[in-house]
């Protein structure tokens, strides 16, 4: 009973994070996309990207973390390879954290040298590595 409500809690913290994950980037094109002196409008966003990350989307990382390596300790899987191979992906989506986390600064300082199209691309590396994420956790392929 106890593995499936930190599954639940799993799920939930996941959700978030990917929602947290999809929206930055979005906020970082527009943000980016800005003319030159809408100052107002640039505040806005700074707080708007400084509140996602902080209040949302860490928070909602770490406890996918805790969570996920505890059900990987109740359950035994750890060994598994579908769940190795998840782990290896999920290190890669925190990375891709850490890169948004990182730009959440340049925008902050006023430092942010790339184009809207950059954060339109980037914007799709949380959804395609969640898609493989996912089949691997429900399918659990070679288990």
């Known amino acids: 009973?106890?593995?499936d409500?930190?599954?639940a809690f799993h799920v939930i913290a996941l959700i978030a994070w990917m929602a947290a994950m999809l929206y930055l980037p979005?906020?970082?094109?527009?943000h980016a996309g800005l003319p030159a002196g809408s100052d107002v409008q640039s505040a806005t966003f700074k707080v708007m990207e400084r509140r996602l990350l902080k209040a949302i989307m860490t928070p909602a990382m770490i406890a996918t973390w805790i969570l996920g390596l505890?059900?990987?300790w109740m359950s035994g899987s750890y060994a598994s390879p579908w769940l190795q191979a998840k782990f290896v992906l999920v290190l890669a989506m925190s990375g891709m954290h850490g890169f948004l986390a990182r730009a959440v600064k340049d925008f902050a300082a006023?430092?942010?040298t790339r184009q809207p199209t950059f954060y339109r691309?980037?914007?799709?590396?949380?959804?395609?590595l969640m898609i493989v994420i996912v089949i691997?956790?429900?399918?659990?392929?070679g288990s």
Not at 26 to 30: G, I, M, N, P
């Open 70 to 72: 505890t059900l990987a």
């Open 5 to 7: 409500w930190i599954k």
């Open 26 to 30: 979005r906020l970082f094109v527009y």
């Open 136 to 141: 691997l956790a429900v399918v659990k392929p």
């Open 110 to 112: 006023d430092r942010n």
């Open 1 to 3: 009973m106890l593995y």
């Open 121 to 128: 691309v980037v914007n799709e590396v949380p959804t395609l």
